[in-house]
């Protein structure tokens, strides 16, 4: 067997059993131990990347004593996409002296934001207040690619509909 005949079988059986099975198959990975079945290990590993486990939370705060009004945030599960959204959008804030994020490594999901304020406000009243109005500029995004999208989906409809009745 060539090998784009064992790229192809490997592929169909990746599709038809599961990358565990392929991969216990192949004696890249052994069967849990912990009675649980190789289903059910695949679908955890999926999802373990965004989903929380038990007991961990999404974001904590510790304050950063180094300097005067800053809090360090610790987000799981998260990446650059967050990670720099957010420290964008704060530096923008006008009682916002400094924002900035960073990832330890690209194999840990975890963004370590560090925000400091003027003072005025705590880093946390300002990230909740980004946070707000991020979701609504993202809702309207949404709302408004729905619109553009429907009515380019009714043009061509229209247009397929009058070449069909014979229109130019």
Not at 7 to 33: D, K, Y
């Amino acid at each position: 067997m060539n090998a784009p005949d064992s790229v192809a079988v490997m592929a169909a059986c990746f599709c038809e059993l599961g990358p565990i099975a392929v991969m216990q198959a192949a004696g890249q990975v052994t069967p849990a131990g912990d009675g649980a079945s190789a289903d059910k290990l695949e679908r955890r590993d999926g999802f373990e990347l965004f989903i929380l486990g038990d007991g961990e939370k999404k974001i904590t705060e510790t304050p950063f004593t180094g300097m005067a009004n800053t809090s360090d945030f610790l987000m799981l599960k998260e990446d650059h996409t967050l990670g720099n959204l957010l420290a964008e959008h704060l530096k923008m804030h006008p009682k916002i002296l400094m924002a900035g994020y960073k990832v330890a490594h690209p194999n840990v999901a975890e963004v370590l934001l560090r925000v400091q304020t003027d003072g005025t406000v705590t880093p946390k009243e300002v990230l909740v207040e980004v946070c707000k109005q991020l979701v609504a500029t993202l809702g309207h995004l949404s709302r408004e690619f729905t619109r553009e999208y429907e009515l380019r989906r009714m043009a061509t409809a229209g247009e397929q509909q009058q070449q069909q009745q014979g229109g130019f």
